[in-house]
């Protein structure tokens, strides 16, 4: 089990941790709450009608993570536009879709790094120091997408845009000031591909 999940009887996954996995995949879970922000109306009294109806943003997000995060969803980079007055229309529909979705896939990611860092939080240590993680189906897809947000947040810093660039990461020299962040996005990449293959089984 040690450095992948392994599913549990009845549903869910386990994998065992040692402190240091343990403590940089709350760091990153704490920095990507960080990032998302506490959300629209988070020192206010909570009032589920108003949040039903409130409105988000209805432009990208200025820093480059946070846009790989919360991508537009009319850009398709793969084909341009026709035309200004195309480019135009997928502006203004992205810029709508955005309006009344944002507030709540941010909602949701942080929901996702929540449960990831109080189910570390809520681990008993093993002599040997470390812990067996085990997880819920519901938390096991929680934690499926805090690992895919975490691998975005760091590709984008990384400037990975396909697997080409993922492919040049492996032959980095280790005095490259990006080699532990590098390390981080290839270790976090291989615990989302053994979730995943856990939740399918």
């Known amino acids: 089990m040690p450095g992948h999940f392994e599913p549990l009887p009845g549903g869910g996954a386990a994998v065992a941790l040692d402190d240091v996995e343990i403590s940089i995949i709350r760091s990153l879970a704490v920095q990507l709450l960080e990032l998302i922000g506490p959300g629209p109306g988070a020192d206010s009294p ?67 790094a929540l449960a990831v860092i109080r189910a570390l939080d809520a681990l008993a240590p093993v002599d040997e120091g470390g812990a067996v993680l085990k997880l819920a189906p519901e938390e096991s897809r929680q934690w499926l997408g805090a690992l895919n947000d975490l691998r975005l947040a760091i590709g984008s810093r990384l400037e990975i845009t396909d697997e080409d660039d993922t492919d040049l990461l492996y032959r980095l020299p280790d005095e490259d000031p990006r080699k532990p962040m590098v390390m981080a996005y290839l270790w976090l990449g291989g615990l989302q591909e053994t979730l995943v293959n856990t939740l399918m089984a």
């Open 46 to 112: 909570k009032d589920p009608l108003a949040e039903l109806f409130a409105e988000g943003p209805s432009e990208p997000p200025a820093d480059p993570v946070l846009r790989r995060l919360f991508p537009d969803a009319y850009s398709d980079p793969e084909q341009a536009p026709a035309s200004p007055a195309e480019a135009e229309e997928r502006q203004a529909h992205s810029a709508e879709f955005r309006r009344y979705t944002e507030n709540d896939l941010r909602a949701g990611k942080r929901e996702n």
